[in-house]
Nanobody, 119 residues
Framework: QVQLVESGGGLVQPGGSLRLSCAASGSTFNIYAMGWYRQAPGEERDLVARIITSGGSANYADSVKGRFTISRDNAKNTVYLQMNSLNPWATSFYYC????????????WGQGTQVTVSS
């Protein structure tokens, strides 16, 4: 059992920056990777960034490479998404994901946080 709590969303002007946070609790030792996904109304949920929680690497959607950075603080069981050079296309709900693995894989999701890029 894992609980995910996101924070850091809000309104930002084009070209600005935001940092999203996701704090995990529960059986965090069984989390293999964590990531950020985004979903706009009427759209599917798509990967933004993902990171291996223990000594791993990160991967990104092509659309955010060079502008977004995912990082982790294992002591705090928290992952972050630093979003720079934001444009209006980034406006969406952003969800934290935990890739939970014991005998099989299971995905946990946070409640989501709204990011709006507008002047």
């Amino acid at each position: 059992q894992v609980q995910l709590v996101e924070s850091g969303g809000g309104l930002v002007q084009p070209g600005g920056s935001l940092r999203l946070s996701c704090a995990a609790s529960g059986s965090t030792f069984n989390i293999y990777a964590m990531g950020w996904y985004r979903q706009a109304p009427g759209e599917e949920r798509d990967l933004v960034a993902r990171i291996i929680t223990s000594g791993g690497s990160a991967n990104y959607a092509d659309s955010v490479k060079g502008r977004f950075t995912i990082s982790r603080d294992n002591a705090k069981n928290t992952v972050y998404l630093q979003m720079n050079s934001l444009n209006p296309w980034a406006t969406s709900f952003y969800y934290c994901n935990a890739d939970y693995r014991v005998a099989t894989k299971f995905d946990y999701w946070g409640q989501g946080t709204q990011v709006t890029v507008s002047s």
